[in-house]
């Protein structure tokens, strides 16, 4: 399984950005996907994650500015984000869980989102 994000960048605080992850491989393995973020000096969290089916959660007080989408037709899942501040700023990385090796996830090379102006 290979992730590739896109639609990382700068943004001016207050801004928005989409992110989007592309799976492409053994995508029947695929099971959860989700982005988690990690800024420097930090531990990686979670930014959200959803499921085959469109279950969704997320990070800590991120719900109403994050929102989560896939498309399991096009093994895309998206990222939206609103009203971005310097807290946000971090390396995004996709993630995908693997229904044959649980606890086992696949991960993206990761996208550095700068929220600055």
């Known amino acids: 399984v290979q992730l590739v994000e896109s639609g990382g960048g700068l943004v001016q605080p207050g801004g928005s950005l989409t992110l989007s992850c592309a799976a492409s491989?053994?995508?029947?393995?695929?099971?959860?996907m989700g982005w988690y973020r990690q800024a420097p000096w930090k531990q990686r969290e979670l930014v959200a994650a959803?499921?085959?089916?469109?279950?969704?959660k997320y990070g800590d007080s991120l719900e109403g500015r994050f929102a989560i989408s896939r498309d399991n037709a096009k093994n895309t899942v998206t990222l939206q984000m609103s009203s971005l501040t310097s807290e946000d700023s971090a390396v995004y990385y996709c993630?995908?869980?693997?229904?044959?090796?649980?606890?086992?996830?696949?991960w993206g090379q990761g996208t550095q989102v700068t929220v600055s102006t």
């Open positions: 993630e995908a869980d693997d229904r044959h090796w649980p606890g086992y996830a696949h």
């Open positions: 491989g053994d995508i029947d393995r695929i099971t959860d």
């Open positions: 959803i499921s085959l089916a469109g279950r969704k």
